[in-house]
């Protein structure tokens, strides 16, 4: 336990002591002078036969919350109504101490929920009643909005449309209460994307939007049939179009040759999308006060606890911690963290074990990897590819800083040609339109600067920024060693941006794909595929004539916290080991499958989205002929003892690394505080800054290339970071040679070069065996 929650128990104990005698006189005035069960009345029950029958019962619970109705198992269970001490109410359906069936629960502030629950959580159809008056009816998913709904405002404004993570995402209609409204497409609680403004009076704008205003192409209508067509902008510098007035009108029409498109901003500012009610404490959070028995020999038997790893080969088995009888009991399981789901007792921890077969052995508790230099070499005069990285920066430079008009998302064919460079001399004296420098003199080629200058601004990245990151005062850093490919890789001085030299074929892959790569961003902005910010071309002069191609990427694990591991999984196993020794595995070290001994456990709405965009990614690489990409993983430990060890869920000391304070939790009550503020969401997104719980695995001894070893129960807090790389590999002659020599001599699913469907299928298939939806 943290010590924030352990003073908050504290905290809570004292209220709890005031509060007892409150409680039993409200439930007495409530429900009548009826027999109260007290828990000091029932000890002789908990330390006998369990009972497995439903009951009625009636009882003060000892931190003063109330309980009426069916109980089985120390549990309420069945039907019932649980009062807490704050004023929070439940009528309805309950399973083994979980809200799950239809109910209501109500707030002491005046707000209610009736309708279905799914442990604990508002999940399923139900209708929210705010304090304001706010009315939404339809589908929930872990207490937000998710699916299809309505909502009434109590300003008289509604809404009927899709939901997603408590906003309106998707396609639907947003009415005001003067009748103006809009129907089409949102995104994150905006108006965003294509759809139709109409006015009480009849005009209506029919086109693209973002943010709540029209950007893009559009169409602006008068009732009189006259229209507005062009290209919106908020910047009346980027606002262009042509009025066409209706031919069969006459001489009416000259009205609106004055009109001016910003006034359609002017009249947007005032019709607003109401903002949503912040609710102080979700169902969920309401942990449930309960004696729990646990079979525990009453001699010097105590229960241990094991976690099982074959891959060390050593044993760990320790004592139980002793834990008190009474726990809070719902939320977030507090002291009996081992647990798959809410419903196992502690017997069933041990029951698990004792039949793990004795050719298992143990692993001793993992460590994080030892801390490792900052990573690469800077690049400095001297260095063998110091003009290199000046030329890099010179023509990155001229690139960005070129004057350009702001292109629409809307790209034409040509845009994509792959004739479609620009090349520009660089001499050391200067030119027209380059500085003067001290490298020797070289030629730049931009590879479709239109797309890439584009897809910059589709990835929200300042054309200032960027250019400092790459090219200001600092050095680059030279990665090590090459990759397999023999490619070299090159960081910023921030760590945003990696830079990577290619081959011929590479950049003809990317160049190929560049149209469904760019439309395939497009229309899904979470995808996982890596981010290309542009493609160039240093051609020395002289007698080297060398190319340099290389392409600009972004830096998966360019983040305020440290990653400790690092894995690329292809979801094959031939040569997919780390050969290195434990004792040189650093945090930079990549990891591979047969190095995996962990499962992904991501909260529901996101492993969801997660398995959508896996397959959409693959999809399209899968129509492209690429193969041989991989998942890179990078798992940052949030519980980390003064010497190393990581620490699982529910085992917390009180001191830890102080370099992770601040890491977001992903226990039940945190996750609820987390989807409490949605602006919390900004820095999380699909594959970064993501919490989640990882479950430590074990593979079989006799079994070596068991691509998936078996859970253990073991868990720890993490924030994950994944993306898709090494997205440019054509299933080319080469690759089908070295499929074709490796199938004599190994077995053929086990290689990494196969044709480009198969390849989609079983990394899909590994993929969604090692991540998997949280319970």
Known sequence: MTGKDSSMMKAWEATVKKTQAVAKKRANSIFGTTYVAHEEDNKDEENGSEASEVYHAERVLPNGDYYKGEWADNFPHGKGKYIWTDGCIYVGEWFKGKTMGKGKFSWPSGPSYEGEFKSGYMDGIGTYTAANGDIYKGQWVMNLKQGHGEKSYSNGDKYEGEWRRGLQDGQGKYEWKDNNHYIGEWRNGSIWGK?????????????????????????????????????????????????????????????????????????????????????????????????????????????????????????????????????????GDIGDQNHNNGNRTPSDHDDQFSSIPPRLTQLQTLKAPKKSKRQGETICKGHKNYELMLNLQLGIRHSVGRPAPSASFDLKPSAFDSKEKVWTRFPPEGSKYTPPHPSIEFKWKDYCPVVFRTLRRLFKVDAADYMLSICGNDALRELSSPGKSGSFFYLTNDDRYMIKTMKKAEAKALLRMLPAYYNHFRAFENALVTKFYGL????????????????????????????????????????????????????????????????????????????????????????????????????????????????????????????????????????????????????????????????????????????????????????????????????????????????????????????????????????????????
């Open 195 to 331: 759809g139709s403004f109409v006015w009480s009076n009849g005009n209506r704008y029919d086109g693209y939007w973002e943010d709540g205003f029209p950007k893009g192409n559009g169409t602006f209508k008068w009732p009189d049939g006259s229209f507005y067509v062009g290209n919106w902008s908020k910047d009346p510098r980027d606002q262009s179009g042509t009025y066409y007035p209706n031919p069969s009108a006459g001489s009416s029409q000259e009205g609106h040759l004055d009109w001016d498109p910003q006034q359609v901003y002017n009249e947007l500012s005032e019709y607003q999308v109401s903002p949503g009610e912040k609710v102080s404490i979700l169902p969920s959070q309401k942990r449930l006060a309960v004696w729990r028995s646990t079979k525990v020999d009453c001699g010097n038997n105590k229960p241990r606890r094991m976690s099982i790893d074959v891959n060390n080969g050593r044993v760990s088995v320790g004592l139980e911690k002793p834990s008190d009888r009474m726990h809070l009991w719902g939320g």
């Open 536 to 775: 160039h071309c240093v051609k020395l002069t002289g007698t080297a004539q060398k190319k340099v191609r290389f392409i600009i990427m972004g830096n998966l694990f360019c983040s305020e916290y440290t990653i400790h591991r690092r894995f690329d999984l292809k979801g094959s196993s031939l040569g997919r080991i780390t050969t290195k020794p434990d004792a040189e595995i650093t945090e930079t070290t990549i990891l591979k499958d047969l190095d995996l001994n962990f499962i992904f456990r991501l909260q529901r709405t996101w492993f969801q989205e997660f398995c959508r965009q896996i397959d959409r990614d693959c999809e399209l690489l899968e129509q492209e002929g690429i193969m041989d990409y991989s998942l890179l993983v990078g798992i940052h430990f949030k519980d980390i003892s003064p010497e190393g060890e990581l620490i699982p869920s529910g085992s917390h000391t009180p001191t830890g690394d102080s370099e992770s304070e601040g890491t977001p939790h992903i226990s039940r009550a945190d996750m609820d505080q987390l989807l409490l503020d949605p602006t919390r969401w900004a820095s999380i997104k699909l594959g970064v800054n993501m919490p989640a719980r990882v479950e430590r695995t074990v593979r079989m001894s006799d079994c070596e290339l068991q691509l998936v070893g078996d859970p253990i129960g073991e868990y720890y807090e993490v924030v994950l970071f994944f993306g898709v790389i090494d997205i440019l590999q054509d299933y080319d002659i080469s690759k089908k040679l070295e499929h074709a020599y490796k199938s004599i001599q190994y077995d053929p699913t086990s290689i990494s070069a196969v044709d480009p469907r198969q390849y989609s299928r079983r990394f899909r298939d590994f993929i969604f065996k090692v991540f998997s939806e949280e319970s």
